[in-house]
C-alpha cells in the first residue's frame, strides 16, 4: 500500500473547516479529526485523566466543560492541558494516517502553525471567512482567537486557502477542485 498525500486542514474558528471536512469525505478522501482526538484521549487515555485528576481534582477528569473553564481563564493552565495532549494528538494522527488505504488523507487541525505541525503534512488547506461571517457562526470568539496566527498569515503560508463567507456549495466546489489538483499531482 503506498502512503496518502497527508493534507493537513486548519483556519479560524468557525471559518467552517468541519464542514470542509465533510465535504472531502463525500469527495473520497479519509478524514480525521484533531479536537476528536483530543476528546477521545479527554474521556479514555488512563494517563491523560489520572494527570488531569492529579492537576484539577475528580470533577475534571472527562469533563471537558470545566477542562474549558480552567484553561480559557488561566493561560498557564492552558500551556500545561496542551504540553499533556499535542504529543499524544500527534502519535494517533500519524497512526492514523499509516492506516489510511484511500490516496487522500485530511486531518483537520485548528492549530496547525501554532504547533509548527505543518512539516508533518504534503499539503495544508486554510479555510477562513470574514469576521462578521464567523460571529454569526459561533458568537463571541476574540477571546480565543487572540492567541492564534492571524487569518492572512494563515492564508500566506497555505497551499490552498478558501475565503468561506459562501455557500455550502461553494465551499464543496473548492474542496472538489483541491480533491482534483492533489490526486493529478
Same mark, same amino acid.
Given at each position: 500500500?503506498?502512503?496518502?498525500?497527508?493534507?493537513?486542514?486548519?483556519?479560524?474558528?468557525?471559518?467552517?473547516?468541519?464542514?470542509?471536512?465533510?465535504?472531502?469525505?463525500?469527495?473520497?478522501?479519509?478524514?480525521?479529526?484533531?479536537?476528536?482526538?483530543?476528546?477521545?484521549? /479527554?474521556?479514555?487515555?488512563?494517563? *491523560?485523566?489520572?494527570?488531569?485528576?492529579? +492537576?484539577?481534582?475528580?470533577? &475534571?477528569?472527562?469533563?471537558?466543560? +470545566?477542562?474549558?473553564?480552567?484553561?480559557?481563564?488561566? +493561560?498557564?493552565?492552558?500551556?500545561?492541558? #496542551?504540553?499533556? /495532549?499535542?504529543?499524544?494528538?500527534? /502519535?494517533?494522527?500519524?497512526?492514523? /494516517?499509516?492506516?489510511?488505504?484511500?490516496?487522500? &488523507? $485530511? *486531518?483537520?487541525?485548528?492549530?496547525? =502553525?501554532?504547533?509548527?505541525?505543518?512539516?508533518?503534512?504534503?499539503?495544508?488547506?486554510?479555510?477562513?471567512?470574514?469576521?462578521?461571517?464567523?460571529?454569526?457562526?459561533?458568537?463571541?470568539?476574540? #477571546?480565543?482567537?487572540?492567541?492564534?496566527?492571524?487569518?492572512?498569515?494563515?492564508?500566506?503560508? &497555505?497551499? =490552498? &486557502? =478558501? $475565503?468561506?463567507?459562501?455557500?455550502?456549495?461553494?465551499?464543496?466546489?473548492? $474542496?472538489?477542485?483541491?480533491? #482534483?489538483?492533489?490526486?493529478?499531482?
Amino acid at each position: 500500500m503506498s502512503r496518502p498525500r497527508a493534507v493537513a486542514l486548519t483556519g479560524g474558528i468557525a471559518a467552517g473547516k468541519s464542514e470542509a471536512l465533510k465535504a472531502f469525505a463525500r469527495h473520497g478522501a479519509a478524514t480525521a479529526s484533531a479536537d476528536a482526538i483530543v476528546h477521545d484521549l /479527554l474521556a479514555h487515555d488512563t494517563e *491523560v485523566r489520572d494527570a488531569i485528576r492529579a +492537576r484539577w481534582g475528580d470533577d &475534571a477528569v472527562g469533563d471537558r466543560a +470545566r477542562i474549558g473553564e480552567i484553561v480559557f481563564d488561566d +493561560r498557564r493552565e492552558l500551556e500545561w492541558l #496542551e504540553q499533556l /495532549l499535542h504529543p499524544r494528538v500527534r /502519535l494517533a494522527q500519524q497512526a492514523w /494516517l499509516e492506516g489510511v488505504g484511500e490516496p487522500i &488523507a $485530511v *486531518v483537520e487541525i485548528p492549530l496547525l =502553525y501554532e504547533t509548527g505541525g505543518e512539516s508533518r503534512f504534503d499539503a495544508v488547506v486554510v479555510i477562513t471567512a470574514p469576521p462578521e461571517v464567523r460571529a454569526a457562526r459561533r458568537g463571541a470568539f476574540a #477571546e480565543r482567537e487572540s492567541r492564534l496566527i492571524a487569518d492572512d498569515e494563515k492564508l500566506r503560508r &497555505a497551499d =490552498y &486557502a =478558501y $475565503v468561506n463567507d459562501g455557500t455550502l456549495e461553494d465551499l464543496d466546489r473548492f $474542496v472538489a477542485e483541491v480533491v #482534483e489538483r492533489l490526486t493529478a499531482s
